[in-house]
């Protein structure tokens, strides 16, 4: 029996991220109950240490504070201020003088510190605090500040909240936004520090809790712990069956290869058996002798907990997709299974019981886009993952993870998940194929589709990490084999 719920135990904590208008409702509560100023308090203390963190010493060093017009400006103000009073030389330069935080500007001052109207204080600092913008901004860096974007910088520049110019809900980056090498998050992850490029120029998030009471996080990235809990293990009255069946529809007589790579992932899923049906039978079985092979096609193949379809399908794509989807069982469609879903649209689906996971690439996903209507292309695609992905999943009705620098899944539920594993290294030849067959492994086992997405992704990026290494080139087999290790450094 396949679940579709989240095997998440509830105690474990996601890294999770919350949406401006959440976060705005959970401050409002609290600053209701709380004296003025004591939510500000807490972020720019946390701050602050966070920075007497990144100095070799506070006393003597050189802060510089860029500061906006709103909180955000006040938050970095503030620990300016707790820096000056421990010996930083501190200044503010203050993008809209006139409506500077006037509270941290007095603290600020009260302790020693200064304001400067010099840009070239920013090459000179030790320290930058980025205080111009957080979740009150919108779009691009704005005249005043955009020229610091490009500037050349002698220490670490720190992201009060959110690094100025990347859009906190979506992490999209439209025009000049300050990269930092780290960020203070205070009460919640926003999903922008979670999802490129935003993530990118969040550098090292750091979160620093305030006591804000939120509610269920609409994005999560699964952690270390999230991961291990929900591996399936075989229990002692286990067997091959009860393990699982995955079936494997890929592969054609033009692209072989793809049949074997799905396979290689679907053995190291945790599925106790892997049923290949296709035109590279005799590859499969020659490289993969423990695969069960026919070339019936998923209608005659044979019981399996969840079918893997598209991996270089060719043109048996569309029939083995169709086939697939009358069955009852959970469905992964990836590659020419994607093609074809977009050339047909989302009715293709109606109807179905059994969960559906989509796993396209940007390029892929600009197809399925334009099988409901939206003509889009694969750079528009990575640059609006989160929506992209969660439009998808609504209008198909099916979960989506959609691969790149960062993975998202997003389910029809309205739920998201990032990946925090994923290594350039991974974007090699068949990657993608191994993927697929590792989330179609992971959904047999009775993983629901959000669940073995987001555990595959993690998976598949551990086991790119591991098999680079400290760096080096690494071959789709390569991840497929790194992953038993992966597995054990997660169990053990
Ligand atoms: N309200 C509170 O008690 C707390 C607020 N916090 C801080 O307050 C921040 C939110 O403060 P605000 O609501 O005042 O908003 P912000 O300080 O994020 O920004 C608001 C101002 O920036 C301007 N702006 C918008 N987009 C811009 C852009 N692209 N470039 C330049 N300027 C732009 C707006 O015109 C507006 O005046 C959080 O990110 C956090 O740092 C924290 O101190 C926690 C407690
Ligand atoms: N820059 C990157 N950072 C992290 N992961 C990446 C990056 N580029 C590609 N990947 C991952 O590599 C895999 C490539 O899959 P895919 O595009 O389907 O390639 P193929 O069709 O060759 O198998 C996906 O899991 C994707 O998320
Ligand atoms: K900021």
Known sequence: MTCTCSRLPKEIPLRQAHTVAQVRAAEAALMAALPDGTLM????AGLAATCAGLLPRVYGSRVLVLAGSGDNGGDAL?????LARRGARAEALLLDPAKAHAEGLAALLAAGGRVTGDAGAFGRADLVLDGIVGIGGSGPLRPAAAPFATMARRGPVVAVDVPSGVDPDTGEVSG???RADVTVCFGTHKPGLLIDPGAEYAGVVHLVGIGLDLPPAPVAALQHADVAALLPVPGAESDKYRRGVVGVA???????GAALLA???ALRGGAGAVRYTGHAAEEVVRRHPEALVTEAGPARAGRVQAWV??????????QALREALDTDAP??????????????GPALLAGRTAPTLLTPHAGEAARLLAGIGEHTDADTVAAHRLRSARLLAARYGATVLLKGSTTVVADPDGRARTNPTGTGWLGTAGSGDVLAGLAGSLLAT???????ASVAAYLHGLAGRHAAGTGAPITALDIAEALPSVWRSLTG
């Open 41 to 44: 308090q807490r972020a720019a």
């Open 78 to 82: 503030f620990a300016a201020a707790r």
């Open 176 to 178: 000049p936004a300050l």
């Open 250 to 256: 890929a592969g054609s007589a033009r692209y072989p």
């Open 263 to 265: 396979v290689a992932g």
């Open 309 to 318: 379809v598209g991996p270089g399908g060719g043109d048996g794509a569309e």
């Open 331 to 344: 469905v992964l469609a990836d590659a020419d299974a994607l093609t074809e879903l977009g050339r047909l």
């Open 446 to 452: 009775g993983l629901g589709p959000l669940d073995a």
